[in-house]
């Protein structure tokens, strides 16, 4: 099966991330069911792009020329219909916040996901989300683990706004995930570097540290400054000019990195074993497969 006739789904359609998923995918010729809720938020977005028959992609201008503009849904599909999401796909990207993870897998499970296997792609899933799923699905369903999210983009009406797509990211093959779907997986997304480490992408990450850490320490600033109706700089008024916040994470993730050593998962940072040498060699991985991306380009 070629990446242009491998039927994809997206579960979570209506969502910043699900739209230039929706976007791009259909931008490469693949056949997609999107699904989302059936709620007000899920009906309206549903609706828009129903009633345009196709997603409005939004771009700031870009090296690449790409323009912002409609892109019709040809054979492709949007809905609220989770049973026609399961029967149409071959691969599924979660595209929602953590936290519905384990909500999304039992609704997966009573549509008759077990049945077919397919792989869910968590984009990302941040925590450490596999056993969770694993409760519900079983201890071997197939999962890909994105290290974070391919995009910074937001909902628009009808449509979403990709600022920019990431270049590259980690990936981690869990559960019994076969050579033919994992080469599919790696055909739709040739920017992700894949290994069957469990957990790379969760415990390996410091974001579920960085970013909860990072709000907790600076709520009441925070919440000041919403009330004031005022924008608040995450990253330079809640760390940069904080010293001692930064202070904080390091000594939390500290806390992160000996569990997961302890698990005997490989990480890098650690102060007792900070690997400063295999880590140069991933960025090194990291560094060429931007390099082919922009000769691709």
């Given at each position: 099966?070629?990446?242009?006739t ?12 699900g ?9 490469k010729?693949?056949?997609v ?32 020329g ?12 949007i ?5 026609k ?5 071959q691969?599924i ?19 008759g ?34 290290s ?11 449509g ?14 869990e559960g ?5 779907q ?49 924008p ?26 000996r ?11 650690l102060?007792?074993?900070?690997r ?22």
């Amino acid at each position: 099966m070629t990446m242009t006739t491998l039927p994809i789904g997206i579960y979570g359609v209506s969502t910043q991330s699900g739209g230039a998923f929706l976007a791009d995918f259909l931008s490469k010729g693949l056949t997609v069911y999107g699904y989302a809720r059936d709620t007000k938020h899920g009906r309206n977005a549903v609706s828009d792009m129903q009633d345009a028959q196709g997603i409005y992609l939004e771009r700031p201008p870009n090296t690449i020329g790409e323009l912002s503009r409609l892109i019709p849904f040809g054979a492709s599909e949007i809905g609220h219909s989770i049973d026609k999401l399961v029967a149409h796909a071959q691969l599924i990207v979660v595209a929602h916040p953590a936290q519905h993870l384990e909500e999304t897998a039992t609704l997966l499970k009573a549509a008759g996901i077990l049945e077919r296997r397919i792989p869910l792609i968590l984009s990302p899933p941040r925590t450490i989300a596999a056993p969770y799923i694993w409760e519900i699905l079983g201890d071997d369903y197939p999962l890909v683990c994105f290290s974070t999210s391919p995009y910074s983009s937001k909902s628009i009406a009808g449509g979403v706004y990709i600022k920019r797509r990431k270049r590259t990211w980690m990936s981690s093959l869990e559960g019994n995930i076969t050579d033919e779907q994992a080469a599919a997986v790696s055909q739709i997304f040739p920017q992700a570097l894949f290994n069957r480490i469990a957990a790379t992408t969760s415990l390996g990450n410091i974001g579920a540290i960085f970013h909860p850490t990072t709000y907790l320490l600076n709520y009441n600033a925070i919440q000041t400054r919403e009330a004031q109706g005022l924008p608040y700089s995450f990253y330079m008024e809640g760390i940069a000019d904080q010293p001692e916040v930064g202070a904080q994470i390091e000594a939390i993730d500290q806390i992160r990195l000996r569990i997961a050593h302890r698990l005997g998962l490989p990480v890098f940072g650690l102060r007792e074993e900070p690997r400063e040498d295999d880590w140069a060699r991933i960025m090194g991985r990291l560094r060429n497969a931007e390099a082919r991306l922009d000769e691709a380009d």
